[in-house]
């Protein structure tokens, strides 16, 4: 055996040329290949006859064309040859090639599919964590953009000062600052919910270039929010000094039109007071009370009593009827009214007018407490609220385990029942729109510096959390409530208010109470909701509706001079 | 003015990665070199035109003339490899060649940009590593003989393990390399290699149960070496290899979910062995509550990736450099943040197409340890494509393994480039098999 086995022979593709020098090798088709200069990069040594020599005109007659090779490799015609069958059989590995070509394409392809997908819907977050070196890196490119109220003002700006050092202002310092928020220190309210779009500059290149040439930063996107300026500045002054928050909300949109938590801080000097703001646990300054406070609903609950009672008895609410001697007692257990009145003779209307805390006691233990729970299910008890901003989640507890202690202090919101203001404002909002509930948003529109709108909020529903039937029953129910029952003061020539009060009991033991309420105007045609809560104010009826009614007031006076 | 340009720069080179993978897609219809001809024209202007793009994108940031250097060598190492490479092998498959190209330019400048002594250390390295494969290919093209000694890989390449844990150096806990006349080794890069050839000659011949185990044992004992240095990574891509090569060359879909199920078990004893998989498994499974430790290297890359959004932030416009071990384990993280996750999806499909090119000249070839060859390159490629972009972007949990041909490293890039020699090899063996063929069928219609 001679060293030549050690070595593959390529023979085939000069016996091809050869033997048939009118189908000679097409210079272009194999680039830089030499058989026109004698092929040798591979089979130079041996194994095919060596006769052919370099412009022998006799050997080889120049280019013809390829085509006849390209059909023939297409059709695979020389398969069918039986010698070949015979020699050059070949496993039948295709199925397995087509198996793991597609294994690994789908996997890869889900991958790429899972890495778009993910950075894309969580940019915002991402962009937005405190770890992300990004923003940096964006805070040095451009000047955060402003955020705008509804009505005109600046809430939060930008300023560089000589240094060429930029600093943000917030030119209604407290009166905004849950809801504005601020964007250092892990940032809150729409300078969080807001950040990626106030960081970045989205704005035409032409802008972007004018600003390099005068040596600024690029002008960041503004973001529009539905806050209304003078109805927040209004309802941060009704409150006065007491703790507490008001939401004003549109229940058509879900528009957010004013936020007030308190107690508040100045964001403009925030950083300098973190230290004691942030270890201040007693009064907890920086939470937003209005979406992360929990309260006791007190007798604002019983509007969920009462829709739970409707939807056991149909037929039978109206004829519902109770006698009130200012206290209910049932096992060893009982429920005072508020301050010890003495309502009489109620009836369903009645009980609700007056918050007879013994009709509703009473009307809690008729209640099939698998369905209650259903109901609190459904109202978004124990649930994350729809909103982009961090909320608490609601309690309410409603089971066939409960005693009747709980579930008498269930049914007139108190006992282990907390809510938070926005989550009361939210199911009023659905009352008012006919028991479809939209979602509660802060930013309007994202702009780019020119104008260009990169981002649109429209009103999405959330769903229907009751009946439109059932919607129109409540409402009816707290325009009672207002025309002749606790809310009274609301009672206007302008417009009529419907709403329910609350005074919530914070401590087991005490009279001490928080002032509630909650409600919407007008009556008919629902534009605004208000949701009030004043800290150890006392009565609902007395404390809260004045504030409503001053918000409710101006936003008509407002309205009705604007239209 | 700069503006204008870095910023449409920027488009441009997302779209025309993005063509650039398509057109390599479309290529894979064609059978013959000559009908992939008008595309070859279009990725070359595309390849130079990101190429240029990108060096401009360089020169307008660091203002440094000799960046303009590290541009030309750039150039000069594609063109080797795109043009050199087919004039010496005429028969050669072009595709594979432009795009290992695309993912080498992509590599340089993303190095470049980051560290520049790595960048040129990458370049040297890879103009070297093609050299190579020019070799490889000439050598295992001609010599039949090497198709038949998979002993002799078997031993080499446990030997190679082997010497690893005995003179290897310790780096980040594991014994991963050894240092020889001042250049360090990586030996499960090329025990790789060894095993690919091992299996491939090895099936070529018998495929029954009994070499079916050989192969088995044999991967075992090198997986077993690696999991003694505690590469996880190398050992799942060896296994995944053998289970492919396996079952592609019996047929028998049983070796393959056996083989899965193994792998499955083998996973879970992982876990429960190896504290640095608990590790890195828990990482996986919530990096944000322990964001400052174990969580900190994903989370970095999961920033890097979205925040160049789809067209990216620009060279030298974003933050590759917060991401640890971003020339290695990271470069898709760096490649999204700067060029865009358009580019660099185009990129992972480019490895794609690698692969899938590998495949159909396997389905093509009759010479059977020539396809399995192919097979076990092309899952060696995309299978470590997958541990390493998965791992970086949280789609499975992090092995630490580099991307074929971007990542910084010159073991990887050197067999890398082997590979890609001796695939070359294989495809000119396919064509000598079709003139053969072709011939065959003239003699018998009497054409000839």
């Known amino acids: ?563 | 003015m700069i503006l204008y340009i870095t910023e449409i720069a920027k488009y441009i080179t997302a779209c025309a990665a993005a063509i650039y993978a398509l057109l390599g897609f479309i290529t894979l219809k064609f059978k013959s070199e000559k009908r992939r001809k008008p595309v070859y024209v279009i990725l070359t202007v595309l390849l130079f035109t990101i190429l240029i793009l990108s060096f401009i994108q360089i020169l307008v940031n660091n203002r440094d003339i000799s960046m303009l250097l590290y541009g030309i060598f750039t150039a000069v190492i594609v063109m080797l490899l795109i043009s050199l490479f087919p004039l010496v092998f005429p028969d050669c498959n072009r595709m594979v060649l432009y795009n290992a190209a695309f993912l080498l330019q992509t590599s340089f400048i993303v190095l470049v940009r980051i560290n520049q002594a790595k960048g040129i250390r990458q370049m040297i390295i890879a103009a070297a590593s093609i050299l190579v494969s020019f070799l490889v290919c000439q050598i295992y093209y001609k010599f039949p003989i090497f198709s038949r000694i998979g002993f002799v890989y078997g031993a080499l390449g446990v030997s190679m393990l082997l010497a690893v844990r005995v003179i290897g150096s310790m780096t980040n806990g594991s014994y991963l390399s050894v240092t020889l006349m001042g250049l360090t080794f990586q030996p499960s890069e090329f025990a790789k290699i060894m095993l690919i050839l091992f299996l491939a000659c090895t099936l070529s011949g018998r495929t029954d149960i009994l070499s079916v185990g050989v192969c088995f044992a044999v991967t075992f004992v090198y997986m077993l070496v690696l999991l003694a240095s505690r590469d996880l990574g190398a050992s799942a891509i060896l296994f995944v290899i053998c289970l492919c090569v396996v079952y592609l060359a019996t047929e028998k879909i049983r070796y393959l979910l056996a083989g899965l199920a193994l792998g499955g078990a083998g996973s879970v004893l992982a876990y429960f062995f190896f504290s640095h998989v608990r590790r890195r498994f828990t990482a996986w499974i919530d990096p944000w509550t322990n964001i400052d430790g174990s969580g900190y290297q994903l989370t970095q890359s999961l920033f890097g990736i979205s925040s160049g959004g789809f067209w990216g932030t620009g060279l030298f416009k974003g933050d590759p450099s917060a991401i640890p071990y971003v020339e290695d384990d990271f470069i898709f993280s760096a490649v999204a943040n700067e060029f865009g996750i358009i580019y660099a999806v185009s990129m992972v499909c480019i490895c794609l197409g690698i692969f899938l090119m590998m495949l159909l000249e396997t389905a093509r070839l009759r010479d059977k340890w020539s396809g399995l060859l192919d097979t076990g390159i092309g899952i060696s490629f995309i299978f470590q494509t997958f541990l390493t972009v998965g791992g970086g972007s949280r789609f499975i949990p992090l092995t630490g393994v580099t991307l074929p041909l971007v990542s910084y490293g010159g073991s990887s890039i050197m067999t890398s480039m082997i590979m890609i020699g001796l695939f070359q090899a294989t495809s000119i063996i396919r064509m000598d098999e079709h003139y053969d063929a072709l011939a065959r069928y003239r003699g018998y219609t009497g054409e000839g």
Not at chain 1, 58 to 72: H, L, Q, R, T
Not at chain 1, 282 to 304: C, D, H, M
Not at chain 1, 405 to 410: F, G, T, V
């Open chain 1, 1 to 563: 055996m001679s060293l030549k086995c050690l070595f593959r022979s390529k023979k085939y593709k000069e016996d091809y040329y050869e033997d048939d020098p009118e189908q000679g090798y097409d210079g272009p088709d194999y680039p830089g290949d030499g058989y026109d200069n004698g092929y040798n990069g591979i089979n130079h040594s041996q194994g095919y006859d060596n006769s052919y020599k370099e412009g022998d005109p006799s050997m080889y007659n120049g280019p013809v064309s390829y085509e006849g090779i390209e059909d023939i490799e297409d059709d695979y015609s020389y398969e069918d040859d039986p010698d070949y069958k015979r020699r050059y059989r070949r496993p039948h590995k295709n199925r397995g090639v087509v198996l793991l070509g597609c294994i690994f394409s789908l996997l890869m392809a889900a991958m790429l599919t899972y890495i778009v997908y993910y950075s894309y819907s969580n940019r915002k977050e991402l962009i937005s964590n405190s770890y992300n070196k990004r923003s940096v890196q964006l805070a040095k490119e451009n000047l955060r953009g402003r955020i705008v109220s509804s009505d005109g003002y600046d809430l939060a700006y930008s300023e560089v000062d000589e240094k060429g050092e930029d600093h943000r202002v917030y030119p209604f310092g407290n009166e905004f600052a849950h809801v504005v928020g601020y964007n250092i220190l892990g940032g809150s309210g729409i300078e969080k919910i807001s950040d990626y779009y106030l960081m970045r500059s989205d704005a035409s290149l032409s802008t972007r270039a004018d600003a390099m040439d005068k040596g600024q930063k690029f002008p960041g996107n503004n973001v529009y929010s539905t806050i209304n300026a003078s109805l927040q500045r209004l309802a941060y002054y009704s409150l006065g000094d007491y703790d507490g928050a008001v939401i004003v909300s549109d229940p058509k949109t879900g528009r957010i039109l004013a936020m007030v938590s308190k107690p508040d801080f100045d964001p403009n000097t925030i950083a300098d007071n973190w230290k004691s703001l942030s270890q201040d646990k007693e009064s907890s300054v920086l939470l937003n009370r209005a979406t992360g406070g929990l309260y006791p609903p007190g007798s604002t609950f019983k509007i969920v009593t009462a829709l739970e009672y409707i939807r056991e008895h149909p037929a039978g609410y109206n004829d519902y009827k109770f006698h009130c001697q200012g206290s209910f007692t049932k096992d060893d257990t009982s429920v005072k009214c508020y301050h010890g009145s003495v309502h009489g003779n109620v009836d369903f209307y009645g009980s609700f007018a007056q918050s007879c805390n013994s009709s509703f006691a009473n009307m809690g233990l008729e209640l099939d407490q698998k369905k209650f729970s259903s109901t609190l299910d459904k109202l978004l008890f124990g649930h994350e609220l729809p909103t982009e901003l961090p909320s608490a989640v609601s309690r309410a507890e409603a089971s066939k385990g409960l005693s009747v202690h709980d579930r008498m202090q269930l049914s007139i919101g108190q006992g282990k029942t907390l809510v938070t203001p926005l989550h009361m404002n939210m199911i009023t909002m659905a009352i008012a729109n006919d028991g479809l509930l939209m979602k509660p948003y802060l930013v309007e529109l994202v702009k780019t510096s020119d104008g260009h709108v990169l981002e649109n909020t429209e009103p999405k529903e959330y769903g229907r959390l009751m009946s439109q039937e059932e919607a129109d029953i409540l409402t009816e129910m707290m325009t009672k409530v207002v025309e002749e029952g606790t809310g009274s003061g609301l009672k206007s020539a302008s417009y009529h208010a419907a709403g329910k009060t609350g005074s919530a009991e914070y401590m087991t033991g005490k009279t001490d109470s928080h002032a509630w309420f909650t409600g919407f105007a007008p009556a008919s045609d629902p534009r605004i909701c208000v949701t009030v809560i004043m800290e150890k104010a006392g009565s609902g009826g007395r404390m809260a509706v004045p504030v409503a009614k001053r918000i409710f007031d101006e936003y008509f006076r407002v309205y009705n001079y604007g239209d």
